[in-house]
C-alpha cells in the first residue's frame, strides 16, 4: 500500500470515541486510520452496507491475488492463474449495492 495516494486529514473526535478507536485497531491490529477509511466507505456506499462492505472485500482479495508472483504464471490457454481466480471471485459480488 502507497502511503502517496492518501492525503491527511485532521479532525476532532470526543475523547470516549478516541479511546474506543484505539482499542479497536488494536484488537482488529489494523493502523486507526484504516479504520476510520472503511468506516467512510460504509457512509458513503449506497444501497446495502453489508453488500459494499462485502463487495469490498472481494475486491480486496482480487487485487492482492495480483501481488502473488506465483498467480502470474499461465496456463496454455493464455490466462493466468490470477486472472482464473479473479474469474470466480467476482461471481461472489453482490449486486444489491451501487459504488
Known amino acids: 500500500m502507497s502511503l502517496s495516494k492518501y492525503q491527511p486529514v485532521m479532525t476532532y473526535l470526543e ?20 479504520v476510520i477509511r472503511e468506516s467512510l466507505h460504509s457512509k458513503f456506499a449506497k444501497g446495502d452496507p453489508f453488500s459494499a462492505g462485502f463487495n469490498e472485500g472481494v475486491n480486496t482479495c482480487i487485487n492482492k491475488i495480483y501481488d502473488i508472483q506465483g498467480a502470474q504464471m499461465r496456463f496454455p490457454s493464455g490466462k493466468s492463474v490470477a486472472e482464473l481466480i479473479e474469474e470466480e471471485l467476482i461471481h461472489l459480488r453482490m449486486v444489491n449495492e451501487t459504488t
Open 15 to 34: 475523547p470516549r470515541d478516541i479511546t474506543n478507536l484505539k482499542a479497536y485497531a488494536k484488537k482488529s491490529r489494523i493502523p486507526m486510520a484504516q
